[in-house]
């Protein structure tokens, strides 16, 4: 009840940001309901059958990323005085998260199998009744034991990943008092923060592994667009070298974020700045960390998208079968939409986080005009440094693939 009267009163932006997640939770039940009926039409094929339940594992990932940074951004969610006074502390109001979070999963879930089922042919009644019967592979009953628990594994996850991430943290004390009356030794100062740039030389050194495993193991022509999992490698199907040095790379990628974004604000400040640039690199490096791994996140999908795009359009034939299904692009509409949601919304906490600084400068007299000015410089050094990058990793990732 309390959820939904902090709904009811949230800004609009909050409330978009809820129906995003539960759309976005809808196309990840679509998924799986799609897999769950493959699997129940074509019991001869359970290694693809498992295949394509292997590869809903990234829209459910990016799914609950995405619901993570809305329940973090989310205002209701922050320790208040007053809900604190009521007995809503810290730890409440992040189980509310988690009750929130799982409440707009299992919506996009219901909605998910709704569309599924009507698709399918099985409640008929509308003009889209049994329109994808072939491809959904209509006929065969679901198993409702295996749909429920299918639709139920993201609210589970979703609301345990942000109960988990948004709760309380006390510091850690070094020393404790000895007994007997007398003092102990002081307790240490709590130690400095992990800075936002230290994960770089890791981010680096594993995109190399990842590049170096690829070249090693790619060795195959371009891939057969008939195939199911259509990757070049051993017997025409795709290695677990390959799928491991594509993982690698895009791991490496959203390690190195956070220093990217970091390094990007000490070039712009370098030197002799005027208020622009120190304002925009200032401010890039206190949000580094903030909106650093989202970025590499966005910038590990996208050069994914892009090498797998180099891959397939080798083997792409007009007259011949097509690589990417409906099914594949809704999947990769997920995952491009959840990440790009995901960055979008730690920019706008960041933007909220330094509302009190912006209004400071305001008061002192800094025209809003230098403030617009130090967001666009910080946006095209962003663009100028990633963009390449993310063009870089994706060749360097399809080369070996395509030799």
Known sequence: MLSLRLARGAHPLVLLRRVLVTVAAAGVGFLLLCSLGYAVAHPEQPEESVVRLLWCAVPFAATVQFALAVARTDPATRPRDGLDALGLGPVRLSLLAAGSTALSCAVGGGAALLVYLELRGDLGGTPLSGTAKRLLDGGHALPWAGTLTLLGLLPVVGAGTCALALRPR?????????GGGEAGPAPAPPAPDRPSY???PWGTAVI??????EAYVGHAPAPE???LLALPGRDGAASPGLLGGWLLASLGLVLAGPGLTHWCGVAVAAGRP?????LAGRMLQDTATRIGRPLGVLCAVASGALA???LYGAAWEPSGP???GPLTGLGAAVVMACVTATAITAALDARQIRSETTTALLRLGIPASLLRGAAAVRTTVLVAVLAPLTWVIAELTALPLLR
């Open 170 to 178: 006390e510091p850690r004390r070094r020393g404790a008092h000895s």
């Open 198 to 200: 230290a994960g770089l």
């Open 208 to 213: 190399a592994m990842g590049l170096a495993l």
């Open 225 to 227: 667009p008939g195939r």
């Open 274 to 278: 005027g208020p622009v640039r120190l």
């Open 308 to 310: 797998a795009a180099e």
């Open 322 to 324: 097509r690589p990417f």
